[in-house]
């Protein structure tokens, strides 16, 4: 496609329950990056692959959140058992290269957990 | 580490106005500097970037930012908003060592009319 894609836009779940949150990438990026905006507030690194392995996750608030992208393309951000405090919006990017320093954003996904 | 300030949560200039939006950074190496805008229920939207090439780098929408390393500075300029300018922006670095981008706390501008 021709940009970031996520989906969905919009996202209310009840506590405790479980969610997925897709990103779909520019078409042949290695880099792709998760990360949380809490209201007012500037996005913050969860996670980062190059192409599928996973190799920061040090910004995963808890065993909760888990994110996975098996073939290099399309990455899920999982949450389970949610909580008010992952109610946040949650933007996914991507870039070409290792590198290349230029990341294109998604639209977010607003999470809402009441 | 590297990190980025933004001084001023809120900037409330006219219409026709200069619109300053202030971002040091700190970096133990030459950094990459990129300043975004969101919208309202938008994802981030790059308005430029630095990378080591020239110091005056000029973007997207008319804004220019000037990297200033004695000053670890890198503002971001328009000489004149409109009121399609009204938005929040992030100031960002790239950290080369860890592949993220730190942003951040943002700047709302709000434009008079």
């Known amino acids: 496609g021709a940009g970031v894609s996520q989906s969905p836009r919009y996202k209310v779940a009840k506590r405790g329950q479980d969610v997925a949150l897709r990103c779909d990438p520019i078409s042949g990026h290695v880099s792709l990056f998760w990360y949380q905006q809490a209201l007012g507030q500037g996005p913050e690194f969860l996670t980062y692959f190059q192409n599928e392995a996973q190799l920061d996750k040090s910004g995963l608030p808890s065993d909760r959140f888990f994110a996975e992208r098996p073939e290099g393309s399309v990455s899920t951000l999982k949450i389970q058992r949610t909580q008010q405090e992952d109610s946040a919006v949650y933007l996914c990017a991507s870039s070409l290269g290792v590198m290349n320093t230029e990341a294109f954003f998604g639209q977010g996904t607003r999470l809402t957990v009441v | ?113």
Not at chain 2, 17 to 38: D, E, G, I, K, M
Not at chain 2, 52 to 63: D, Q
Not at chain 2, 66 to 88: N, R, V, W
């Open chain 2, 1 to 113: 580490a590297q990190s980025v300030t933004q001084l001023g949560s809120h900037v409330s200039v006219s219409e026709g106005a200069l619109v300053l939006l202030r971002c040091n950074y700190s970096s133990s190496v030459p950094p990459y500097l990129f300043w975004y805008v969101q919208y309202p229920n938008q994802g981030l939207q790059l308005l430029l970037k630095y990378t080591s090439a020239a110091t005056l780098v000029k973007g997207i929408n008319g804004f220019e930012a000037e990297f200033k390393k004695s000053e670890t500075s890198f503002h971001l300029t328009k000489p004149s908003a409109h009121m399609s300018d009204a938005a929040e922006y992030f100031c960002a670095v790239f950290d080369s060592g860890t592949y993220k981008y730190i942003f951040g706390t943002g700047t709302r501008l709000k434009v008079l009319a």
